[in-house]
């Protein structure tokens, strides 16, 4: 069984940071993709940051140059620094991973962490 386990969000003030960990843990052969999306009350989930395997990284435009996504293949983790934080950056974040076990590839989600910014 794999699981994606997300931690650090929580409220700030606009200007603010935080920074989000996502551990993925459970019979893994190798991960893919890692990735942050976010999904506003009555919008659609969209893509924050997404990096690959080899290092390659995708960012939304709304957060260049204010988010940055990493990964500890050792700890099989991806986290993402928000910083200078807008009240439009108010979402629930769901972390996002290509997982192969021994047997089995797939997409995996976590359960969301909550990050409200305040004006």
């Known amino acids: 069984q794999v699981q994606l386990v997300e931690s650090g969000g929580g409220l700030v003030q606009a200007g603010g940071s935080l920074r989000l960990s996502c551990a993925a843990s459970g019979s893994i052969f190798s991960i893919g993709a890692m990735g942050w999306y976010r999904q506003a009350p009555g919008k659609q989930r969209e893509l924050v940051a997404r990096?690959?395997?080899?290092?390659?990284?995708n960012y939304a435009d709304s957060v260049k140059g204010r988010f940055t996504i990493s990964r500890d293949n050792a700890k099989n983790t991806v986290y993402l620094q928000m910083n200078s934080l807008k009240p439009e950056d108010t979402a629930v974040y769901y972390c996002?991973?290509?997982?192969?076990?021994?047997?089995?590839?797939?997409?995996?989600w976590g359960q969301g962490t909550q990050v409200t910014v305040s004006s």
């Open positions: 990096i690959t395997s080899g290092g390659r990284l």
């Open positions: 996002n991973a290509d997982i192969t076990t021994r047997t089995w590839n797939s997409n995996y």
